[in-house]
């Protein structure tokens, strides 16, 4: 992995103007910064902006003014092509619905960061199998999701968000679905792979339980970023 020493965001707004109405202000200057191996949680209320703040840090959004820095690198300067492949290269997520492709099986879906450079070669697929036998799916590899329960078809994604090795791990309500024993041993996962890595990660959560074992916790209010400690 390039070394991505940094994650900066910088007074990041995020405004609708939607007719005549008055203006939508979903993210109101927020500032935030994090370091490789760090992880950090971000609660608030529902409609707060949580996922467009997450969105727009996994340069899937772009904001109305300020600045995101991934290491050296300003995502919204770089040309579609090029940030469709930096993000796939340097960024992993993990949704509340896992997202994974029905039809593949496990290890294919956790390979499937691999396909948009060609094929995955033997290192690739040798890590892919390591990561699956971490997330605890080795008698798994070869099943499809719809054979997984919900807390597999999360340890699946998990994989397959971390088979590039990501400097940043954006996770949106990765627990939602499930229930609190699985939340919880889910989130040990992603914990652990993420220190492991020593990559970044955000995880939105409305659990005020998984929030209390992240690093650090902001809270969104309104588009407006509190830090909690
Ligand atoms: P959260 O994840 O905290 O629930 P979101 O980031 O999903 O919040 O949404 C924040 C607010 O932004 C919501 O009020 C939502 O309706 C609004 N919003 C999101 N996308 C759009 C859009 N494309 N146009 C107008 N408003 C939007």
Do not use: W
């Not at 329960?149 to 397959?160: D, P, T, V, W």
């Amino acid at each position: 992995m390039v070394p991505m020493n940094s994650l900066i965001a910088a007074h990041l707004s995020k405004t609708y103007h939607s007719g005549t109405d008055h203006p939508l202000e979903i993210l109101v200057d927020v500032s935030f910064t994090l370091e490789p191996g760090e992880n950090v949680a971000v609660v608030g209320p529902s409609g707060s902006g949580k996922s467009t703040l997450l969105a727009i840090l996994g340069t899937l959004d772009t904001p109305t003014s300020g600045s995101v820095a991934l290491g050296e690198v300003d995502p919204f300067q770089l040309s579609e092509p090029a940030l469709a492949a930096f993000r796939n290269r340097y960024i992993g997520f993990v949704f509340q619905d896992h997202h994974l492709l029905p039809q593949c099986t496990v290890l294919e879906n956790v390979l499937v960061p691999f396909l948009a450079d060609g094929k995955a070669d033997a290192d690739a697929i040798a890590y892919a199998e390591s990561l699956i036998q971490r997330v605890g799916l080795a008698d798994r590899r070869l099943h499809r999701p719809s054979q997984l329960s919900g807390g597999e078809k999360q340890r699946a994604a998990i994989a397959r968000a971390l088979v590039r090795q990501p400097a940043l791990l954006l996770a949106d309500e990765p627990t939602g679905n499930l229930d609190a024993a699985t939340a919880t041993e889910i989130i040990s996962l992603l914990i652990e792979l993420q220190i492991e890595q020593r990559s970044m990660m955000v995880v939105v959560t409305h659990s005020e339980v998984q929030a209390a074992r992240m690093q650090r916790r902001e809270r969104l209010d309104a588009g407006r970023l509190e830090t909690r400690e």
